[in-house]
């Protein structure tokens, strides 16, 4: 598997490698800046006679701008012309960085012995189809998110954008499968690049029994987000409304600096992202999810977030901007509250809790489980 992420916290990666393991797969990953000293967590086969493992190494994070482990500019107070020159040259610095990891992931899994490449998201693709074809082994191109359609925060880059989607629709159309996150990301791709061997895996969590020392309270104690703080994800409409609730709000997750140097939180409290196991304790305790993104970019609107099935899978109300498929879904299974473009306006925000909690999660949250009792008398299957 190839990713241009850090591995540690990126969930639907390792769901995925974790099922492969399960059925007696070897997995190794392939990612970009992997922690020092993380390991992949342990997963024990379905089939006793068959081992699986997941392996794990990092291509490390540089460019023609900055050498590996130099500190960044993101995040830090720059005067208005420095500013302006980073904006100017932060796409070239983008690919000139991900440019030497694909060249540098090239060069790992050529030392290696496999029969299948899996490669996630556009940024990785390049490198996922050279090295299926030096082995001549079946690519498959797993899409989490529509590419083309992402939000961009740098200068804009017209001739740029138009060579990336031939790329990715010349390297997909290719692919032996294209996987991506809901129907859709699969419609978008499909009018987009006249592709039709696209499946639907969701981001869903494999299901488990809530431990006897996770507290579900009767009734919500607090809000919490639990996903990338960066910008077009209305979190500064939480960070506004935080002042006129009644409970605690905490922001949880990676960040980008740049943006969150500039973020005010109000009266939320910002936390580095923590491993996915201690995240289901923390949705639990507090009783709420918000699930959020802005409807600017046609990729928000198409965005399963893995934060929403996090939450179903803890079996705790959201209260979700009311955008796209991710509306769909909410509404579909009664997941919790929808929340308009009227949530600007953070005088409603006091009620939204509760009602909330009265709106989900319902019985179609998790067809074929069970219906169990969940927080503020809110039931699941």
């Known amino acids: 598997m190839l ?23 070897q997995v190794h990953i392939i990612g ?6 993380w390991t992949p967590p342990s997963i024990t086969s379905n089939d006793p006679g068959v081992g699986g493992m997941i392996s794990v190494s990092s291509v490390g994070t540089s460019s023609v701008f900055r050498a590996e482990g130099a500190s960044s500019l993101s995040g830090a ?24 990891w694909c060249a540098g992931a090239v060069e790992d899994g050529q030392a290696r012995a496999y029969d299948v490449v899996h490669c996630h998201d556009f940024n990785a693709l390049p490198a996922g189809d050279a090295l299926a074809r030096a082995a001549g082994v079946p690519l498959i ?34 692919a032996a499968a294209v996987i991506t996150v ?11 690049y006249g592709w039709e061997h696209i499946s639907v895996v969701r981001n869903t969590f494999p299901y488990v029994e809530p431990g006897p020392d996770i507290e579900r309270p009767d009734r919500p104690a607090g809000l919490i987000y639990a996903g990338r703080l960066a910008a077009y994800r209305e979190l500064e409409v939480i960070a506004a409304a935080s002042h006129r609730l009644d409970l605690p709000v905490t ?35 507090a009783g709420l999810v918000l699930v959020t993104h802005s409807d600017q970019w046609e990729n928000h609107r198409l965005a399963l977030p893995n934060k929403l099935f ?36 953070t ?22 489980r069970p219906t169990r009792p969940r927080c503020c008398g809110c039931t699941t299957r």
């Not at 904006?87 to 690919?95: K, Q, S, V």
């Not at 809901?182 to 987009?192: E, I, K, P, S, T």
């Not at 600096?257 to 973020?263: H, I, M, P, S």
């Open 3 to 25: 990713v241009a992420t850090n591995v540690a916290t990126d969930t639907r990666v390792l769901r995925e490698a974790s099922t492969l393991v399960g059925v007696g797969h």
């Open 32 to 37: 970009r800046s992997v922690p020092p000293g």
């Open 77 to 100: 107070k720059l005067p208005a012309h420095l500013r302006l020159a980073r904006w100017l040259l932060l796409p070239r610095h983008r690919n000139s960085a991900f440019g030497r």
């Open 141 to 174: 191109y797993d899409s989490h998110e529509f590419w083309a359609g992402r939000p961009r925060e740098y200068r804009p880059t017209p001739l740029l954008d138009r060579r990336e989607r031939a790329l990715e629709r010349r390297l997909g159309a290719d």
């Open 182 to 192: 809901g129907d859709g990301v699969a419609q978008a791709l499909r009018a987009a």
């Open 251 to 285: 922001l949880i997750g990676p960040s980008d600096d740049t943006w969150l140097n500039r973020f005010d939180p109000g009266r939320a409290q910002v936390r580095p992202p923590c491993p996915p196991q201690e995240v289901d304790a923390l949705l639990g305790a």
């Open 310 to 345: 996090h939450a179903v899978r803890a079996g705790v109300p959201v209260v979700a901007t009311d955008v796209g498929e991710l509306a769909k879904v909410v509404r579909a299974h009664g997941l919790g509250m929808l929340m308009g473009w009227s949530m600007r306006c």
């Open 347 to 368: 005088e409603r925000w006091p009620t939204t809790h509760d009602g909330a909690a009265r709106s989900g999660p319902q019985p179609r949250a998790c067809p074929g």
